[in-house]
């Protein structure tokens, strides 16, 4: 086994936009070990987009599984029996309370293997406080089996650390930040020329606190008259969330304010691009990829304490915008009316956060020295 080149699992719910951000990580994760001459392996469940989505992954086995029984436990027993057949040094699970902890958990027993867990911040308290009688079930039905049997929890921040810790009794942990391409071109210099435009991109979701950020954009409105911001708001989500949106810009009817629907490729890179500043005022992350996205971008955030990234406020890269309404307005005229000089040192604060943080290559260091020693470690 020791001979071969590393050979990792890399299992989900998801393998489509469903996922979100997990879905990305996904995708980041095994382009990263394609780089490092590792051999990944992808499992998830089969939905409505995953092989739309599939072109995602390149070269990279993808293997779906048929989902039994209720879509949101997401159990399925052939993708179990895939995981035992394909041979991995690793297992590493992206995503928690569905079935697909089960199956790691009954793999990891199978093999007697390492096994990795990424909760990508499902431990947030936000997120604990909420569905907790389906939480409940999932703990004693197989997450907690499933916490006890993991060698290695990966937390994406010190916060998300904490979180683990509390909610798993677990201490062996290693930090390591998502990685995200530093090859997005910078906007040139008439971009200040353009039109002020605030760009939202993500799940449509409560926790996302979307209406919140509406209403920060109605108050610079009312201010501002007729030089107030656009307001783009892109993403996907549950059809009901979805419809609320749309009612609620409907009614307000002002054409600067849009929701376009969910961005991919191009699209996206457009929409970060050519934004001013992008905002996520959030109840509740693990470590959102849209904002690395936009600081490799040379884009300004406006984002609460919630996303986790406090260097960016620290560097520049970021204004503090809270959850509420008054804080968030206030945030996002700051970085619409700040001088071009001060937005330069803004976009090279932001880039260079991310060259020496969130690069691919500082990033696949840490994971293959994780995953390396995972596999030289016997299990405890």
Known sequence: MRGRRLRVGLLSPWASRLGGGVFEAVVSQAATLRAAGAEPVVF??????????????????????????????GYSFDLGRKLVDAELDVLHLHGIW????HLAARWAAATDRPYVISPHGMLDPWITAHGRAKKLAARIGYERRSWRR????????????ADIRRETGREAIEI???????????????????????AYLGRIHRKKNIDALIDAWQLLARRRGDTAPALTIAGWGDAADVAALRQRIDAIADQRLSFVGPVYGEAKRRLIEGATALALPSHSEGLPMVV???????????????CNLPEGFATGAAEDCGTEADPIAHALAVLIDESEEARQRRRAAARELVARRFSPTVVLDRWMETYERQRSERRP
């Open 150 to 161: 993991a060698t290695l929890f990966h937390a994406l921040t010190a916060a998300e650390a």
């Open 176 to 198: 390591i930040p998502n990685a995200v391409d530093i090859g997005l071109a910078d906007r040139d210099g008439n971009a200040r020329e353009l039109p002020a435009r605030i």
């Open 44 to 73: 998830a469940l089969e939905d409505a987009h995953s092989a739309a989505d599939r072109y995602r992954f390149g070269d990279t086995t993808l293997h779906l599984g048929r989902v039994r029984g209720p879509a949101q436990i």
């Open 292 to 306: 690395l996205e936009s600081w490799a971008a040379g884009v300004p955030t406006a984002i609460s304490r919630h």
């Open 98 to 101: 569905m079935a697909t902890s």
